[in-house]
């Protein structure tokens, strides 16, 4: 996620705007390996600090995506 102002910035100067999508699919694809490895909520009280960056990490991804879609005039959809 933190390589999205390198990748804006190549799609500006060299005007190959094709770097957004495949950056979006890497990203999607990265965070579907995520989610699907790593439970996000336990209800173990021991777990409440994992808890919280997981849920950090799942909301970041989200903004990621959904400013890479507005970048390409998509719309991002609310709830999946």
């Known amino acids: 996620m933190i390589l999205l102002p390198e990748i804006i910035e190549q ?6 705007p094709h770097h957004l999508p495949y950056y979006a699919q ?13 439970r996000v909520v336990s209800s173990d009280p021991e777990d409440s600090e994992i808890n919280k960056a997981r849920l950090r990490l799942s909301k970041a991804a ?3 995506l959904a400013r890479t879609l507005a970048l390409m005039g998509v719309s991002a959809p609310e709830k999946m």
Do not use: Q, S
């Open 11 to 16: 799609v500006a100067v060299t005007l190959e």
């Open 26 to 38: 890497e990203l999607a694809a990265a965070f579907h390996g995520f989610y699907r490895d790593c």
């Open 62 to 64: 989200k903004l990621v």
